[in-house]
């Protein structure tokens, strides 16, 4: 018997093997992806240049580390023995190079492909060369697979991403696994051991609650992510998608609102903007760090609906040493005054501190009513601490 399985795992090291690199993504992912701002347009300047602007906004202090190619960065066809290569006029220096650039830098090196036969752009996709992607990948020294489901023909979505993720374990470099099929096949269900995070919807698009075909506002991604909680933990979360905070259409307080509820999701934090022309009001959005510590909190519970009424919502999330943090939503449009008896919030035990993490002010305790204005489709988000 024991032969046997000797032999079998000579034969098949990536089937018995079976498994993703534990402990990768304890807490949510964060970094800056290039697909919202810039779409198929990426070289490796521009990648230079976020990196400095990364590193000069603070952005890369307050956690943001993974940096990610997306969709485009591929030449259009495999090499003659079947290897994926980076396109050579945008980036001329080679894939390895920029791999070793950004860990110099202090970042994490993310790459995207497909599980189908092409790209959703157009260029060379993943299928029947797991194996061999895996291992270029981890020659490059990438770190983070972001994976498509684009052109995937007949696949079984279950069964393609275990291929990638086999054949990213096979390859032996500790790569964190995003599973990018936009909620189609239900990963939540299946993808615990096969990727680190999961998308559950389709694309985000740079508007509040607007509807496309494929991509959607937010608001309208918020909305879908209610009863998705209870499958989301440390090393496998939940991705409502990436951030569009900055983004030309959202106003200041969607930004907001958006990356604060992104918090109380614990989702992975993809910044999308143009680091390099960012306000400085979007600035101190992206880099706050008692906000972001709301999405990093190590008991990685994702946060819940506690309440809805047209115009408006209760986000709640528990974090460790038994705080919570209680996000109000005015998803309306009209400023309305959000009147609270903490009581109601029947999971609170005792008396707490109340801190405004937007207004960086502490408002007492949570034995006195709260009432705050809140302006449309802003937020105010809160942190309790249990006094005792
Ligand atoms: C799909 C994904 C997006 C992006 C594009 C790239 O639409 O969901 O996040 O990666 O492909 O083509």
Sequence with gaps: MKRLIFVLFLCFPGSL?????????????????????????????LIKEMVEALISSGMQEAGFKYIVLDDAWLAMQRDAEGNLVGDP?????????????????????????????????????????????????????????KYDWCNHGTANAEETFKTMRDGLHA????????????????????????????????????????????????????????????????????????????????????????????????????????????????????????????????????GYQFMTQPGKEIWVKELSNAEWAVCFFNSGERPFQMKVKWSNLWFLKGTYQIRDLWQKKDLGTTEKDFSGDIAPHDVLLFKLSPIK
């Design 171 to 302: 390859a032996g470099r500790p790569i964190v696994f995003s599973i990018c099929e936009w909620g189609n096949n239900k990963p939540w269900l299946w993808a615990k051991d096969v990727g680190h995070l999961w998308r559950t919807t389709g694309d985000i698009a740079d508007c509040y609650d607007c509807q496309h075909v494929y991509s959607m506002g937010w608001k309208i991604i918020l909305e879908s992510q209610v009863g998705l909680e209870k499958y989301a933990g440390p090393d496998h979360w939940n991705d409502p998608d990436m951030l569009e905070v900055g983004n030309p259409g959202l106003s200041l307080a969607e930004s907001r609102a958006h990356f604060s509820l992104w918090c109380v999701l614990a989702a992975p934090l993809m910044a999308g903007n143009d680091i390099r022309k960012m306000s400085n009001e979007i600035r101190d959005i992206l880099t706050d760090k008692e906000v972001i510590a709301i999405d990093q909190d190590p008991l990685g519970k994702q």
């Design 17 to 45: 093997l079976a498994q993703k690199f534990e402990g990768l993504a304890l807490t949510p992912p964060m970094g800056w992806n290039s697909w919202n701002t810039f779409g198929t347009n990426i070289d490796e300047k």
């Design 89 to 145: 006029k945008k980036f001329p220096s080679g894939m390895k190079a920029l791999g070793d650039y950004l860990h110099e830098k202090g970042f994490k090196f993310g790459i995207y492909n497909c599980a189908g036969t092409k790209t959703c752009a157009g260029y060379p996709g993943g299928r029947g060369h797991e194996f061999q992607d895996g291992r270029t990948y981890a020659s490059w020294g990438v770190d983070y697979l």
